[in-house]
C-alpha cells in the first residue's frame, strides 16, 4: 500500500473535500492514510485562500515537506489556492507535482496518476457529486448540499475558486444522509456557501420545487438522524419560514451562524452583503425571541475599506445587542480578482489590529457574562471526543462544548449534562442520567 498524508486547511468545504479525497485514493486506488508526512508516497495540501496569510504559509510549507518527505514522494496542491494560483504554483515551487482546484476534487485520481496534472476548472462538473465513502468520524457526517457561490460580496475570493452556486440534488441529499444514519452518525451537517439559498438553481431541473426550510423537514424524516446542523447560512436568506422551521423542527439543533461581517450600513453596502445593520438585528433578535436557548455564532471583518471609527463602533454595538456566543474576528486582507482590492480607501494594518483587539476584549467581557449564566443548566449533550485526561467532550444542541470525566463508553450517544464549571470555551459538568 502506498502511503497518503493530507492537509486541511480552511472551512468545513475544505474538510468535506479532503475526504472525498481519501475515499477517491484509499477505496479506488492502493493508497492508506499516514500520519507523518515523513511516510508518505504522495503529501496533498488542500489549501484555503480566503485570507492572504495561510496562501504565504503555502509555500513555506511545501518547502518543509520538500526536506523531510521520503526520497520519489510526491507532492500535490488542491483547494481554493490551487483554484486561485493555477500554474503559478508549478513555478513557485517546481516540486509540486499536481495543482487541483477546490471545484475539481473528483478528479484526484487521475492528478495523482499525471505528471504535472493541473485542473483549476470552475465549469459545473457533474461528476464532482460522484464519490467513494470516508468519513472522518462514525459519529458526525458533512453533507454537502450545494457547491460553489454566486454571491458578488466584495472583499471575498471563494466565488472565483469555487464557482458558480449550484444545488445538488435532493435524492442524493437524502441518500447520502440516510447512509452516513445508518452507519451510526447521528448528526448530520449540511454544508454549503449558503445553505438557506437552496434549491434555487440545479444543474437540471428538478421535479418540485423546494427550498432549504423543506430539505431541513425531509432530512429530519431519516428515523436514524437526531440532530441536523448546517453551515453557512447567509442574513439575507433568513426570511420568517426559514427562522420557524429552524424553531419548531425538534431535530434541527438550535445554533446559528449569522455572519455579520459589520455593524454598518454603509460598510454592508459597500461589501454588497445586500442588508442593512437594522435587517441583520431584526433578525438575530426574533431568532432569540423564537428560541431562547439559540446560539448565535457570527463572523465580523474590522478594517475593511474605508471603515471609519463611527463604523466599526456599529460592529460594537451590533455584538452589544445580540451578544453572540462566538464570533470569529478578522482583519481585512485585500484579495485579488475582488473588487475591494481596488478600494483606494485600504485602512492601515495598525488600525485594523487595534480594532481587533478591541473587538475581541468586548467579546470577552460578554462571554464571561454569558457563561455566569450557564451554571447549573442541563445540556443535552452529544459525545464525541475523547481526550487525554480522563475527559470526554462533546457538544450541547446550541454547540456549547461540554466536558466532563467519562470513558469510551459514552462515545457515540447523548446524555444530559449539568453544568457546574462553566468557562469561556468550554462548560464542565457531570452526567445526571
Ligand atoms: N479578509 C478578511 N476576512 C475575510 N473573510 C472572507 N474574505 C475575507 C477577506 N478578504 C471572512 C468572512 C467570512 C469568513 C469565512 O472569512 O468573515 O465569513
Ligand atoms: Fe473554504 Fe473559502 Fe477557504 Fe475556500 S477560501 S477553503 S471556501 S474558507
Redesign the pocket.
Known sequence: MKQLYIETLG?AMNMRDTEHIIAELTKKESYELCTDAKDADFIIINTCS???KPVNKLFSEIGVFNKIKKEGAKIGICGCTASHLGDEIFKRAPSVDFVLGARNVSKVIKAVNTKKFIDIDIDYDESSYAFSEFRNSIHKAFVNISIGCDKK?T????PHTRGEEISIPLELIVQEARKAAQNGAKEIFLLGQNVNNYGKKFSSKPKEKIDFSDLLNIVSEIKEVERIRFT?PHPLHMDDKFLETFANNPKVCKSMHM?L?SGSTHILEKMKRGYTKEWFLNRALKLRELVPNVSIST???VA?PGESDEDFMESLDVMEQVKFEQI?A??????PL?Q?AEFTNQIDDEIGSIRLKKLQDMQNEILDEISILRKNVVYKVYFEELKNNGMIAGRSDNNALVQIEGGKELLGTIGKVLITNPRRLALYGKIIN
Not at 330 to 335: A, G, N, P, V
Open positions: 472551512c480566503v485570507r492572504e460580496c472583499y471575498c475570493i471563494v453557512s455572519p461581517q463572523d465580523i471583518i475593511f470569529f478578522f482583519k481585512y486582507s485585500s484579495r475582488t475591494a
